[in-house]
């Protein structure tokens, strides 16, 4: 069974910075590529980060000076940490598992989105 479970998330002062975690099972975390997404009130879900089985990171244009993707082999934990947190980062952050065969990755200043297992989600409020 495919679990996917994100935490870290909550209430920061901009400028701060912040570490997502996301707990996945074994066999899912080695198989699969994984992916970062954010969810701000009102808006759609877009993804912010991706990165492959052999930790090849990419981003989205708008956040890739401050946000790193990584992963945790030992833990089997996807890593999301956001640096100089701005109001714009607040939402809510979902981890994602794809195959890396439709290429899930950020590419052109945009992430792909069709990822098929989700976890249920951690919220990050900045507050100036």
């Known amino acids: 069974q495919v679990q996917l479970v994100e935490s870290g998330g909550g209430s920061v002062q901009a400028g701060g910075s912040l570490r997502l975690s996301c707990e996945i099972d074994e066999d899912t975390y080695n198989r699969y590529c994984l992916g970062w997404f954010r969810q701000a009130p009102g808006k759609d879900r877009e993804g912010v980060a991706a990165?492959?089985?052999?930790?090849?990171?990419s981003y989205d244009d708008s956040v890739k000076d401050r946000y790193t993707i990584s992963r945790d082999n030992a833990k089997h934990t996807l890593y999301l940490q956001i640096f100089n947190l701005k109001s714009e980062d607040s939402g809510i952050y979902y981890c994602?598992?794809?195959?890396?065969?439709?290429?899930?990755?950020?590419?052109?200043?945009?992430?792909?989105?069709?990822?098929?297992?989700w976890g249920q989600g951690t919220r990050v409020t900045v507050s100036s």
């Open positions: 994602a598992a794809e195959e890396c065969g439709v290429v899930p990755y950020c590419s052109g200043g945009a992430c792909y989105t069709g990822y098929s297992y």
């Open positions: 990165i492959d089985v052999d930790g090849t990171a």
